[in-house]
């Protein structure tokens, strides 16, 4: 990492610098980095929510940095320290880099925690799909339930082999500890083949008032979205988190000048993080665009619709979203809408970032 990143990183105040304070190797390609709290005089600067993602500045020659988002595998809830758990892959730069360089005492420039894929209520039981990898965000979602909420909790977990199944002791340990309330079933490919619709379906617990979250390979979720359909959860019950590499470099990136922003447009009202805001949002511009211009510390990752980071609540008037990957009919339906991809579209607009 340059002298120039490490100091952006002391003065923006929309980054974080996390020291690895343990390394645990999950298999024999995967290993989770446990951080210590960069928090100071007794705060806790690293808040976050199960399910939640944070993004990483990874060295690069090439490049000077690149930027990549790893879910939190722990729980705010029961977990001392934040940890993230990566997997090699295939070509995937970062995640090799994390692998081969992980060391207690390196320390990364990272974003604050950010992401949609969290659970807005805790009062059903849950079904959780993973795959892979993707057991990552299941991981914090299931670890929190199970922790300081009393609904039954369903895992399935789909792997190469039962060599491959990360976090496979803590599994053990929970479901040894809650044995009324967790159920993990493996689906091992090198046993049964590839999931199957009609396979996960046999396996699905008869639950229809539960709500449901996935996470792994999109081919893997809409099959196991499909299973859950035939199991008659309503299309709001299910939630899918996807995985996403960002082209763009939030770590390199340069705020517009506030002049390209404050005449003519439409009124925004916005309240970012309790603060109050005023400004216009010119013709054709997102709103995130608008708030950076004005000075608005407004939380953003990827810029392409696709992270969910920069995700708002829409309280007064109508946007239009150029891309949407990440919000699901249960979130647009509750209001929800992507500041990177947003033009206001009505006389007037007021937004909510919590």
Not at 153 to 181: C, H, K, W
Not at 227 to 252: K, Q, V
Not at 293 to 312: H, K, L, N, S, Y
Request: glycine content about 6%; proline content about 7%; overall charge negative.
């Amino acid at each position: 990492m340059t002298i120039e990143s490490i100091a952006a990183a002391e003065t923006d105040p929309r980054r974080l610098r996390l020291r690895v304070e343990n390394v645990i190797e999950e298999t024999s390609d995967a290993l989770t980095l446990v951080f210590a709290d960069p928090g100071t005089d007794g705060t806790t600067a690293f808040r976050y929510r199960p399910g939640q993602f944070v993004t990483l500045e990874i060295p690069h020659a090439q490049h000077t940095s690149v930027a990549r988002c790893y879910s939190l595998s722990s729980s705010p809830d029961c977990d001392e320290r934040p940890a993230i758990s990566v997997k090699r892959t295939t070509g995937g730069y970062a995640s090799n880099w994390l692998c081969d360089n992980a060391v207690v005492g390196l320390t990364l420039s990272a974003l604050h925690p950010a992401g949609t894929f969290v659970p807005p209520r805790w009062d059903k039981p849950l079904i959780l799909f993973a795959a892979g990898s993707g057991i990552t965000p299941i991981m914090s979602i299931l670890k929190t339930a199970l922790a300081i909420h009393n609904q039954r909790v369903e895992l399935i977990y789909a792997n190469r082999s039962p060599q491959s199944v990360m976090f496979a002791d803590t599994l053990n340990d929970l479901t040894q500890r809650y044995p009324t309330r967790l159920d993990v079933r493996h689906w091992f490919e090198s046993e049964r083949g590839l999931p199957t619709h009609t396979g996960l379906r046999e396996i699905i617990p008869s639950h229809a008032d539960s709500d449901a979250y996935l996470c792994g390979p999109a081919s893997f979720m809409d099959i196991a979205c499909a299973a859950l359909d035939s199991a008659g959860l309503p299309p709001d019950a299910i939630h899918r988190e996807a995985f996403a590499s960002i082209e763009t470099n939030p770590f390199l990136y340069t705020a517009p000048r506030a002049s390209t922003a404050m005449h003519g447009g439409t009124p925004v009202t916005a309240e970012v993080e309790g603060e109050d805001y005023s400004f216009f949002c010119p013709p054709d511009t997102v709103l995130l665009d608008a708030m950076l211009a004005q000075g608005i510390d407004a939380p953003f990752v990827c810029r392409e619709g696709t992270c969910g980071a920069c995700a708002f609540t829409l309280t007064a008037g109508e946007v239009e979203m150029r891309v949407n990957e990440t919000l699901d009919d249960y979130e647009i339906k509750k209001g929800m809408r992507l500041a990177c991809q947003s033009v206001p579209v009505s006389d007037s607009v007021a937004i909510v970032i919590d």
